[in-house]
């Protein structure tokens, strides 16, 4: 049976070569999957998929308006059956679009796996994440570390001398060194002030000039 899958966690704990990795073990058997991304997350270019360490595939970009059950739909009708849909950021579909995911689930018996942050850098869930969490048949956690040693949990955002930023909109395009992903215990401190957190250069793909 088909089932709508959420697997979050905090920044950089490899969501999307997860996801890559799942898209490639359907390909591997012959299956066919859609990748889908929001447009305003482009910084890989448009309709493309990568990870950090230089993983990458294409996707089909929508807008937070579009009707992703519409949309596999089409897809079906243009390439034939789908095995699986694959959804990269998923924190930013809307409350309408997991709900048009649970369809394609439910209605068309074919497999959803989003992948997604489960809080922002205030501490608040996002739209997407909050009704992934709500709908999911499945809740899966994809773990990382603090610089603690702790399990991170959370995401601070930082500005350029390391301390916490806690105004300013919810969701900001590129600057990933300036998100940090921390323990519940580190966001308490970071946020209120105490301390900073050490900046970290972006890490390049495995096959970058050095």
């Given at each position: 049976m088909a089932k709508l899958y959420f697997y979050y966690s905090a920044m950089n704990a490899g969501k999307t070569t997860t996801?890559?990795?799942?898209?490639?073990?359907?390909?591997?058997?012959?299956?066919?999957?859609?990748?889908?991304?929001?447009?305003?997350?482009?910084?890989?270019g448009e309709g493309v998929v990568a990870s950090r360490i230089g993983l990458k595939a294409h996707a089909r970009a929508f807008e937070r308006d579009e009707d992703l059950l519409a949309m596999v739909d089409a897809d079906i009708a243009a390439r034939g059956a789908l095995d699986c849909v694959l959804v990269d950021e998923a924190q930013f579909l809307t409350k309408a679009q997991v709900w048009q995911l649970t369809d394609v689930v439910d209605l068309r018996g074919i497999p959803v796996l989003a992948y997604g942050l489960r809080t922002d850098f205030r501490g608040e869930l996002f739209e997407g994440s909050r009704y992934l969490l709500a709908w999911a048949d499945n809740l899966d956690e994809i773990k990382?570390?603090?610089?603690?040693?702790?399990?991170?949990?959370?995401?601070?955002?930082?500005?350029?001398?390391?301390?916490?930023?806690?105004?300013?909109?919810?969701?900001?395009?590129?600057?990933?060194?300036?998100?940090?992903?921390?323990?519940?215990?580190?966001?308490?401190?970071?946020?209120?002030?105490?301390?900073?957190?050490?900046?970290?250069?972006?890490?390049?793909?495995?096959?970058?000039?050095?």
């Open positions: 996801l890559l990795q799942s898209a490639y073990n359907y390909h591997e058997r012959g299956m066919r999957t859609l990748i889908l991304t929001p447009r305003l997350d482009h910084r890989a990382t570390i603090c610089h603690s040693g702790s399990k991170a949990t959370m995401v601070v955002r930082v500005d350029e001398h390391g301390r916490a930023v806690t105004d300013g909109p919810q969701v900001e395009i590129g600057g990933n060194e300036r998100y940090v992903s921390v323990s519940r215990a580190e966001f308490k401190k970071i946020t209120a002030g105490e301390g900073r957190i050490e900046l970290q250069q972006p890490v390049l793909p495995l096959d970058a000039p050095r």
